[in-house]
């Protein structure tokens, strides 16, 4: 479990004309004695704070001093470690919230910042995307946007960290003869202590439907089942073995700058299982290998995909990113087994 000081909420806000009120909604809901703090003043001094990170975008869906910020947060290894975090993006338009927000989770999380599951409450301009949560709970899309700020923000207060993880789930969809991204899970399993309790599952031949949009409450039915109206080998041990591991390690091979089918495949189908439960105590981890580059991009999609929307917890540098193209290539890399055997170091501890 990490180690952090009790420390007042810091509520991270990159200054433009829109931040004003953000600030003004933020600020009844943040806990008494919370700080708004200007990064433009420096992120140094921060570890092991409660972070709360709020940006507010203008019409081109930019914000000058952000940018800055996330510049900062890209150069600065260690900058934020033994922080855990949540973020509130609000937008002038449609898009580019969701964009902003994963940006910066993975730029925070490679400096050493954990992340809440769900950490993420954005509002675009016409709060249409609250529509849903206003009709649920019986009230307008701005009063829905509110609620949602204020349940981030008491998870955050509330946040006591996780026990060290006894279970661990490795997901793939490659052949085992020919995969840099196995070759990969191997050093980093071998670092795994005899105490864990490994299993790996495939998702490779085509054996993993992918989901085609139940209705919500067909898909609240089954979910509460146990299980998925489409069945199969999801339902059968994929689902059971979420729900017994603390950490899901997702072994994503990067060829087309995004995810295998099948594993975009278990993301969707997940939905029954988390419409069933929520996952905020199960860690997630990427050991993601690209074949040239784009590892990053891999790593926004299991952010958003899995911590952002399925909700599980993002511990610190949650992922390894190594770039090997030819069969075999991985374990010749310079210090590959010294940096798979210290991430597994990192999995138990954080």
């Known amino acids: 479990m990490m180690e952090r000081q009790k420390e007042t909420m810091l509520v991270i806000l990159p200054p433009n004309e829109y931040s004003g009120k953000l600030r003004d909604l933020l600020g009844p809901l943040v806990p008494e004695g919370c700080v708004f703090h ?36 890209r150069r600065g290894d260690g900058l934020l470690d033994s922080c855990i975090a949540g973020v509130v993006v609000t937008g002038v338009g449609e898009l580019y919230t969701k964009d902003v927000a994963r940006d910066l989770v993975l730029a925070a999380n490679l400096a050493g910042c954990a992340f809440l599951g769900r950490p993420l409450v954005e509002a675009t301009g016409s709060l249409r995307n609250f529509q849903v949560q206003a009709q649920i709970h019986g009230t307008d899309e701005r009063t829905a946007f509110r609620m949602a700020a204020a349940e981030l923000v008491g998870r955050l207060t509330d946040w006591e960290g996780l026990p060290p993880p006894r279970r661990v ?8 003869a020919t995969s840099n991204t196995l070759a990969l ?22 054996a993993l439907a992918d989901c085609i949009g139940c209705s919500y409450t067909a898909c609240l039915h089954f979910g509460q089942q146990g299980g998925c109206f489409y069945g199969g080998p999801m339902v059968d041990e994929v689902f ?21 089918a099948n594993l ?13 439960s929520r996952f905020y105590d199960k860690r ?3 050991l993601i290998v690209s074949g040239y580059s784009g590892g990053d991009l891999i790593a926004r999609q299991l952010i958003s995909g899995l911590n952002m929307n399925k909700s599980f917890y993002l511990p610190p540098r949650f992922c390894m990113l190594e770039t090997a193209n030819e069969k075999g290539s991985l374990v010749k890399l310079p210090g590959i087994a010294q940096r798979g055997a210290a991430f597994a170091v990192r999995m138990m501890a954080e």
């Open 284 to 286: 997630l981890y990427g």
């Open 169 to 176: 789930l490795a997901l793939h969809a490659s052949a085992r």
């Open 38 to 73: 200007d990064p433009a003043d420096g992120l140094e001094g921060l570890r092991g704070k409660k972070l709360l990170f709020a940006v507010a975008l203008d019409e081109g869906g930019c914000n000058p001093a952000y940018y800055q910020m996330l510049s900062a947060l």
């Open 240 to 260: 059971p073995a979420v729900r017994e591991c603390d950490a899901l390690v997702m072994l994503c091979a990067n060829y087309n700058d995004a995810l295998a």
């Open 185 to 206: 899970w191997e050093l980093v399993k071998a670092g795994l202590p005899e105490t864990a309790e490994v299993r790996e599952l495939c998702l490779q031949n085509g």
């Open 264 to 276: 975009t495949a278990f993301v969707n189908r997940l939905t029954a299982l988390f419409r069933q």
